[in-house]
């Protein structure tokens, strides 16, 4: 099993509609997730942070972390043609300094 | 303003040339990594560096090198051994807490894209 690994894409929604994007990890990860947004030709952008079992909002984003299941989600609202871009998970790998694994990203792709 | 400084912004290889991508950062980081991007691909870790002249490598160290001789200094060397270094590279660095541990935010910079001709 990859460590980090992301539903695969690319994904397509209307604008307004909730876009769904998902990462399931392995043992060797620890508890703590990251969203990075990257645009085409750019570095990733920390969107969303989360700790904690449960969700957590920011905005038009909600992440969601099931511990037990070992599964992250995001959530986008009302998705705007600027939400057009690849997205990555991240997680820690215990006792490696910050050793941050990148899951494969997942385009998303908002219609007008 | 503080940030990392990653250049050139392009570079073209030449078979059986060494390259050197630097990275510079003025955000007094402990951490600094180099990460690989290829086309719809995550990133994969190249190496890292926790402290001043220690390294480790990460996933795909096959054909490059790294130094770490200044804090704020992290060159990525792609040798003539990495047969298929056409990618996106990116910098990025992170502090280390009052604790001593890490902290979880990774600062990027603006990466290269490397081709080869």
């Known amino acids: 099993q990859k460590e980090v690994e992301q539903n695969s894409g690319p994904l397509s929604v209307p604008e307004g509609a909730i876009a769904s994007l998902n990462c399931t990890y392995s043992d060797r990860v620890s508890q703590s997730f990251f969203w990075y947004r990257q645009y085409s030709g750019k570095s990733p952008e920390l969107i969303m942070s989360i700790y904690s079992n449960g969700d957590k909002e920011d905005g038009r984003f909600t992440a969601q972390l099931n511990k037990a299941s070992q599964y992250v989600s995001l959530l986008i609202r009302d998705s705007q043609p600027s939400d057009s871009a690849t997205y990555l998970c991240a997680g820690p790998i215990y006792n490696q300094g910050g050793k941050l694994i990148f899951g494969q990203g997942t385009e998303l792709s908002v219609k007008p | 303003d503080g940030g990392i400084t990653q250049s050139p912004k392009y570079l073209f290889r030449k078979e059986g040339q060494n390259v050197t991508l630097s990275c510079e950062q003025n955000?007094?980081?402990?951490?600094m990594y180099w990460y690989r991007q290829d086309p719809g691909q995550g990133l994969r870790l190249i190496y890292y560096?926790?402290?001043?002249?220690?390294?480790q490598k990460g996933d795909i160290a096959e054909g490059y090198s790294v130094s770490r001789e200044k804090k704020e200094s992290f060159p990525l060397t792609v040798t003539s051994a990495q047969k298929n270094p056409t990618a996106f590279y990116l910098c990025?660095?992170?502090?280390?807490?009052?604790?001593?541990?890490?902290?979880?935010?990774?600062?990027f910079g603006s990466g290269t894209q490397l081709s080869v001709l």
């Open positions: 560096s926790q402290i001043v002249n220690d390294f």
């Open positions: 955000l007094n980081h402990d951490a």
């Open positions: 990025a660095s992170k502090a280390r807490g009052g604790t001593g541990s890490f902290s979880e935010k990774l600062f």
